[in-house]
């Protein structure tokens, strides 16, 4: 059985189920398998369904579960809350594919963890017989937060109180949080980034004042520091190779680069767990915007968050502490759960690291790292729209800008993957003005502009938000934080 160890300290070790019930370790580290040694060829999984490949990784991964869960757990989540049969479908485009992952509930690709993540969260409470309260804490740049609103809305025993920017998100993303629906959620906007939210979620774990609110209460959490939401993201990678497999483009055994728009180094490090896996990845090319934190660690090794926070049209990956990159560290160094635990402090006092030329040496030899201006971004949108009348969001179009960086760079022909991360109807107004060269002030009157320009279906979520009623507007300080956390437990433990 794979064993869950903490980052920062390797003999806190837990199961697959007890790992996704705390999401973080109370040392601060986050949760990883010891050591991969499953193996899953893509030929056994040629003629799979999407559903089919899931229970068959997420169960080698998760594999404390028992078969039966999996498959509850898998066919409850993959179902008609999407809006394609494939749930992850592949468009053509001329110099590779997208794999659009935006067909979920709220048109995001967290969507893809976050169907699941409640499922996986009760069946291992179910295995512990358990009862009292879990309350997920979520920090979001964005689309975290509605996917994990909907993912958690009046499941028993859950309540969810989600963190966002109060300047930063999209006008749509915004209204999506504030309409969410159901009576165990809460939604608050902080006067702060991102990574002021993302702090305060991870405090709180810790935070006394917090601790001693916890009556029946348990504090875990949605983002991608659960390996309950990296694990479901590995299948894409799978689906994504198999379809290219079946319909003879790349022969099985070929490698396949993924290039991914990054943010907390989720999802591209679901990629890498793919590979460790045995899935024939490439390269992993990691796109970032004008947040380019990662794109200079790659190159040189060092992190160093000494440099300006912008925000951007892509604002899920403005981000400049990317939390998931620890998770990668561990692994590539070998479990050094005490380099590991260095280099974080480092990060937190001097608000810097540098790895090691040989760790350096290992993470180049899979990954590299691009990043895109806001002008080679519109530009790109623009482009695909005028030459393939293909349209797409911003994060997306960061990436395809780094898939051909790279290419031109190093030449480097491998059949190419972006993952399509976003619905363009979630920023509708940037996008519209980049393929028409300006838009209405308002998001909504841009989001049927959009569709008048250029015939694209609206997902039905977002087509209806509009005339959604507002429930949540309330606004915090960064310093409320644990007081307003601990308000909420001692409600939870009192209801
Ligand atoms: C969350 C998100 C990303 C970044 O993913 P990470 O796993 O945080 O690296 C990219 N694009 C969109 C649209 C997202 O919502």
């Known amino acids: 059985m794979i064993s869950y160890i903490s980052t920062r300290n390797k003999n806190e070790s837990v199961p697959a189920h007890a790992a996704v019930i705390r999401g973080l370790s109370r040392d601060g580290g986050l949760y990883t398998p010891e050591t991969i040694t499953a193996k899953i060829n893509p030929d056994d999984l040629l003629n799979c369904s999407y559903q089919e490949t899931a229970a068959k990784i997420i169960g080698a991964m998760l594999d404390d579960y028992t078969e039966e869960e999996i498959l509850s757990c898998v066919k409850g989540a993959y179902d008609e809350k999407f809006d394609t049969d494939l749930i992850v479908p ?30 996986l969260l009760t069946a291992a409470y179910k295995k512990e017989n358990r009862s009292d309260i879990i309350s997920i804490l979520t920090a979001t740049s964005g689309d975290t937060g509605k996917a994990a609103l909907s993912g958690f809305a009046d499941v028993p025993n859950t309540a969810i109180t989600v963190f966002y920017p109060e300047i930063g998100v999209s006008a749509v993303q915004k209204r999506q949080m504030q309409t969410s629906e159901g009576n165990n959620v809460e939604v608050i906007a902080v006067r702060g980034n991102f990574d002021d939210c993302q702090r305060m979620v991870k405090e709180a774990v810790s935070s006394d004042e917090v601790n001693e609110a916890l009556h029946n209460v348990t504090i875990s959490s949605a983002n991608s520091i659960n390996i309950g939401r990296l694990v479901p993201q590995i299948v894409y990678y799978y689906n994504a190779y198999i379809t290219l497999v079946s319909e003879g483009a790349v022969k099985c055994g070929d490698p396949v680069n993924f290039v991914v728009p990054t943010g907390n180094f989720g999802d591209i490090l679901a990629g890498y767990m793919a590979k460790c896996l045995g899935l024939p990845v490439g390269k992993l090319i990691c796109a970032s915007n004008t947040n380019n934190v990662l794109t ?102 960061v990436a395809l800008h780094a898939m051909r960086a790279y290419r031109e760079e190093t030449g480097d022909q491998t059949p190419a993957v972006v ?58 300080d960064i310093d409320e934080g644990m007081h307003v956390i601990a308000e909420r437990m001692r409600e939870l433990g009192n209801a």
């Open 296 to 397: 200079d660690f790659l190159k040189t090794g060092t992190y160093s968050l000494d440099r300006t926070f912008h925000t951007t049209m892509s604002p899920s990956m403005d981000i400049l502490i990317s939390s998931n990159l620890e998770r990668l560290l561990f692994m590539l160094s070998g479990n050094d759960d005490k380099a590991v635990s260095k280099m974080m402090q480092d990060l937190k006092d001097k608000g810097s690291y540098t790895v090691s030329p040989s760790l350096h040496e290992k993470i180049l030899e899979t990954f590299c790292g691009y990043w895109s201006s806001e002008e080679d971004c519109a530009k790109t949108i623009h482009d695909l729209w005028q030459n393939e009348k293909i349209l797409i969001d911003p994060h997306t179009s």
């Open 90 to 119: 592949l468009t053509k485009i001329s110099d590779g594919w997208l794999m659009d992952l935006w067909h979920g509930p709220t048109s995001a690709f967290k969507d893809i963890a976050l169907t699941i993540l409640p499922r």
């Open 419 to 476: 993952l399509s991360t976003a619905s363009p109807y979630k920023f509708c107004r940037d996008v519209l003005k980049c393929i028409s060269g300006n838009a209405p002030e308002d998001d909504f009157d841009a989001m049927d502009q959009l569709f008048e320009e250029t015939g694209v279906k609206v997902p039905e979520n977002l087509r209806t938000l509009r005339e959604k009623k507002i429930r949540f507007s309330r606004v915090i």
